[in-house]
C-alpha cells in the first residue's frame, strides 16, 4: 500500500513544482534525445535541487519522482536495448560537508577516487570476449543500440585480451572527445557547411549517435571505462575490476586512486581540481566508489544511484551566455585581434565580459554568430575561450562576423604583412594610437623596462589624451624628455587593456579624468614616480632596452644575447644580417627583423632621441652583473678571452676584465678591442685576423693592469 502523506508545498510553490518539471523534462529530452544542452551543467544542477526539495514537501509515490529517475527514454533512430542491469546514475555533492556526510553513511575505506569525465554514458556487452553490443543509457533501463558506431571507437577492443573470459561481461563507461579533438572537430563541420557542437560532451554524444557508422568513424572519439553491469569474474574489488579490464585491453584511467581516509580523498579532490585545466578531457568532478564489492552489495542501490558511490562535483567551468558583438583590437606589432563581447558571467570565480577569438580563421572555424547564446569555458586562471553556439537557441537574429578592412582606431587599412598570413595588421604603425598606445605600455611592462608607473592606463592618457590636443608623446622618441609641464594638464580616458575600450562612468560616458594632477592642482603620485622611474630606466641594462623597441621576434632571450655580443645600439644596428644572424639564439628571421626596423626613419629617430635624453645605449660597464666602473681601465671596451691560459684561469681573466670596467664578450666581432688568446685557440683566433682585431697573449694583458 501506498502511504497516503499530505503536501506541504503553499501553492506558489504548487505553480513551481510544475514549472520546474517541465524545465527538467524538456531539457532532458533535448539532451539525451538531441545531443542539446539547452542550459549549462550547473544551471541544470540546480533546477535538480531545486525539484529535489521541492519533492521532499511533496512526497510522491518514489517511482513518480522525476528526481529518481535516470536519463531520458531513448530516442527513436536506433533499436532499443535492454541492459542486462540496470545503468545507474550518481547522487552529487558539491563540498567536503557533502563528502564528508556520505563517507560517514558508507563507513570506513578504502575509497576508490578517479575523475568524473564529462562524457556519455555507455554499456559495452562481450560475450565470451567478444563485443556483440553497444548502448546508451536511455532511461538506464533501456538504452539505444549504437553498436556499430561504438566499433569506431579508439581503444575500444573489438575481442578482448587474455583467454577464458567470462561469457558475459557488461563493462560501462563514458564516451568524450579531447577539447583539441573538439576545436577541430567543430572547425571541419563549420567548413562543410554543418552546424557546430556547443562543448564537447554534445560533440561526443552527437557523433556517437550518428545514424551512418561511417560518420562516427571520422570523430575521434576516445572511452574509458569505469564499471561494470552484468558481470561473473572472481574478483573482489573495484579496483581489482579496473585491473582485470585493464589486463583486457579495456581503456581505464591511470588518475584512479584507491586511498583510506576520507581525509586523502578531499586531497585527492583538491589535487585533481588544480590539475583540471591541464587534462586533455573536460571532467566535471570526482566519483568516489566504495572500492570493497561486497560492501558495495551491502549498500545496495536506491531506484536512481548506487549508495556506495557518489560524485564530488567541480564548480562549472562552463557557461551559458550571449554574445552581444565581435570587435577587433590592435596589438603592439598592429595585429588585429577579434575578441568577443559578452553579457558579463560569472565562470570559474571571476566576472567575464571578453573572451579572445584569435583571429578571423578562428571566429569562422567555430560558428559562432553575433547574438548567439555560446558555451564560454574559463578553466582555472587560464584565459576564458568560447567552445561554441548553442545552435539550437538561434532565434534568425543572428548574423555573421565580418572582419573589417580598416583599424577600428586609425582607419588605416588591415593588411597581411605577408602573403597568406592569416593575421591583419594595421599599417600605420607609427601614429596608429592603439599601436603606439600598446608599444608604449609594453616598454613599463616587466619583460621591457619594467616601469611601475608606467602601465596600460598611463600609456593611454600619455599617447591619447582628452586634453591637450597634442599628446606628450607621439612616439616612442618623446618618452624620454617627459617633464612634470608636460604632465599636468592630462586628462584621458580610462582604457582597458584587454580590449582597448573606455571605461564607463554610471551614466554610460567615457570616463574621463586627470591622470597626473591632484584635485589642488600638484602633481599626483603617478607623474612623479613616472619621471622617477623614466630617470632611473635611463641606465636599464642594454638588453631591456633593445626588448622595449618591439622589434619584432625580439624577445629577452634574443636581446640578452644581442646585447653580450655587441655591447650597444650602435654596434647592433651597424651589424650586417649575418652577423646578427650568428649570434647564438638569434637567426636569420630575426637578423630581418632588425636590419628592417632600423631602416626606418622614425625609428632611428627614436635612438636619436633617447641618446639626447641621456639614455645608456651601450653596455659598456656591464651594468647586468652590477658592476659600474665607467672610470675602469676598459671601460667601454669588449674583450674576448680564448684558449688556454697560464697562470690563471680563463674565468679568473674574464673577472679582471669586468672588474676593470671592461665587457667579457663570448664571441669576437669588429666591435672587439682585443683578444686575449692562449694555446689551443680555434675559430675566434682566426675571426680575429680576419677582422683585424687586435690579439695579445696573456702575459701582455697582465702587465695592462695596475700594479
Ligand atoms: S560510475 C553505478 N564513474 O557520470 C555508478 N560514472 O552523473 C555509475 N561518469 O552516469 C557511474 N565519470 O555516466 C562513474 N568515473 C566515473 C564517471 C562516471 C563519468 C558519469 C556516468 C554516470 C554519470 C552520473
Not at 304 to 321: D, F, L, S
Not at 444 to 451: C, E, K, P, T, V
Not at 646 to 659: D, G, H, K, V
Request: charged fraction near 25%; include cysteine; glycine fraction near 8%.
Amino acid at each position: 500500500m501506498k502511504p497516503v502523506a499530505r503536501s506541504q508545498l503553499v501553492p506558489s510553490q504548487t505553480v513551481r513544482i510544475e514549472e520546474v518539471r517541465a524545465l527538467i523534462e524538456k531539457y532532458r529530452n533535448a539532451y539525451y534525445q538531441q545531443d542539446q544542452s539547452l542550459i549549462s551543467d550547473g544551471e541544470y544542477d540546480l533546477l535538480e535541487q531545486e525539484l529535489k526539495e521541492l519533492e521532499a514537501l511533496e512526497p510522491l509515490s518514489a517511482g513518480d519522482a522525476l528526481t529518481t529517475k535516470v536519463g531520458s527514454g531513448s530516442g527513436s533512430v536506433f533499436d532499443p536495448v535492454v541492459h542486462g542491469q540496470k545503468m545507474m546514475s550518481l547522487d552529487n555533492v558539491f563540498d567536503s560537508q557533502g563528502f564528508q556526510a556520505w563517507a560517514e553513511r558508507v563507513g570506513a575505506g578504502p575509497y576508490l577516487c578517479e575523475p568524473k569525465i564529462d562524457g556519455l554514458a555507455v554499456s559495452l556487452t562481450y560475450k565470451e570476449g567478444v563485443l556483440i553490443r553497444a548502448a546508451t543509457r536511455g532511461d538506464g533501463e533501456v538504452g539505444e543500440d549504437i553498436t556499430q558506431n561504438a566499433m569506431t571507437i579508439q581503444g575500444v577492443p573489438h575481442r578482448l585480451l587474455g583467454q577464458n573470459h567470462p561469457e558475459l561481461v557488461e563493462v560501462r563507461g563514458e564516451v568524450f572527445f579531447e577539447l583539441e579533438d573538439f576545436a577541430k572537430l567543430n572547425a571541419r563541420i563549420v567548413s562543410q557547411g554543418g552546424k557546430p557542437f556547443a562543448n564537447p560532451r554534445n560533440s561526443a554524444s552527437g557523433s556517437l549517435r550518428q545514424k551512418d557508422p561511417a560518420v562516427s568513424a571520422t570523430r575521434p572519439l576516445k572511452m574509458l571505462v569505469h564499471g561494470f553491469g552484468v558481470w561473473s569474474a572472481d574478483v573482489s574489488s573495484q579496483s581489482a575490476v579496473y585491473e582485470k579490464l585493464a589486463h583486457w585491453g579495456l581503456p581505464t584511467t591511470k588518475r584512479y586512486r584507491v586511498l583510506e581516509t576520507p581525509n586523502l580523498v578531499l586531497a585527492y579532490i583538491s589535487e585533481l581540481e588544480a590539475a583540471r585545466p591541464t587534462i586533455e578531457h573536460e571532467i566535471d568532478g570526482v566519483v568516489i566508489k566504495v572500492d570493497d564489492l561486497a560492501t558495495q552489495a551491502s549498500l545496495g542501490s536506491t531506484s536512481r544511484a548506487p549508495r556506495w558511490a557518489i560524485a564530488y562535483k567541480y564548480p562549472p567551468e562552463q557557461v551559458y551566455t550571449k554574445l552581444l558583438d565581435i570587435k577587433v583590437s590592435i596589438g603592439r606589432t598592429g595585429r588585429a585581434t577579434p575578441f568577443a563581447v559578452l553579457a558579463p558571467v560569472v565562470v570559474a570565480g571571476s566576472q567575464v565580459e571578453f573572451a579572445t577569438l584569435h583571429n578571423q580563421e578562428q571566429v569562422k572555424s567555430k560558428g559562432v554568430l553575433i547574438g548567439d547564446t555560446v558555451v564560454l569555458r574559463k578553466a582555472g586562471d587560464v584565459i576564458p575561450e568560447i567552445l561554441g553556439p548553442v545552435v539550437s537557441l538561434r532565434d534568425g537574429t543572428e548574423c555573421p562576423f565580418v572582419m573589417p578592412s580598416n583599424c577600428p582606431e586609425c582607419q588605416a587599412r588591415l593588411e597581411p604583412a605577408s602573403q597568406g598570413d592569416i593575421d591583419l595588421r594595421c599599417s600605420n604603425a607609427k601614429s596608429c594610437p592603439a599601436q603606439l598606445r600598446e608599444r608604449i605600455a609594453y616598454i613599463g611592462s616587466r619583460a621591457a623596462l619594467d616601469i611601475e608607473a608606467l602601465g596600460y592606463v598611463s600609456a593611454s592618457a600619455l599617447t591619447n589624451p582628452v586634453e591637450p590636443a597634442v599628446a606628450p608623446i607621439l612616439s616612442e622618441a618623446d618618452l624620454f624628455s617627459l617633464t612634470m609641464e608636460k604632465l599636468l594638464p592630462i586628462r584621458a580616458k580610462v582604457i582597458d587593456a584587454d580590449t582597448g575600450l573606455a571605461r564607463k562612468d554610471a551614466e554610460g560616458h567615457d570616463k574621463v579624468v586627470d591622470y597626473f594632477r591632484k584635485k589642488n592642482g600638484e602633481p599626483s603620485e603617478v607623474a612623479v614616480k613616472l619621471l622617477a622611474n623614466l630617470e632611473a630606466a635611463k641606465t636599464k641594462p642594454l638588453w631591456r632596452l633593445l626588448v622595449s623597441l618591439s622589434i619584432r621576434h625580439v624577445g629577452p632571450v634574443a636581446a640578452r644575447a644581442l646585447a653580450d655580443n655587441f655591447g650597444s645600439f650602435r654596434a647592433i644596428f651597424e651589424a650586417s644580417q649575418e652577423q646578427l644572424a650568428e649570434v647564438d639564439g638569434v637567426g636569420p628571421t630575426l637578423a630581418e627583423s632588425i636590419t628592417g626596423w632600423y631602416l626606418e626613419d622614425w625609428h632611428r629617430q627614436i635612438l636619436a632621441s633617447w641618446e639626447d635624453a641621456g639614455v645608456q645605449l651601450s653596455n659598456p660597464m656591464h651594468r647586468e652583473q652590477g658592476v659600474s666602473k665607467s672610470d675602469g681601465l676598459f671601460a667601454g671596451l669588449s674583450i674576448v678571452v680564448t684558449g688556454s691560459m697560464e697562470t690563471m684561469t680563463r674565468e679568473a681573466i674574464e673577472a679582471l676584465i669586468i672588474e676593470n670596467g671592461g665587457k667579457a664578450a663570448s664571441s669576437v666581432s669588429k666591435n672587439t678591442a682585443f683578444l686575449v688568446a692562449g694555446p689551443g685557440a680555434g675559430s675566434k683566433l682566426n675571426k680575429a685576423e680576419s677582422l683585424d682585431v687586435l690579439v695579445i697573449t696573456e702575459a701582455q694583458f697582465l702587465d695592462k693592469l695596475p700594479a
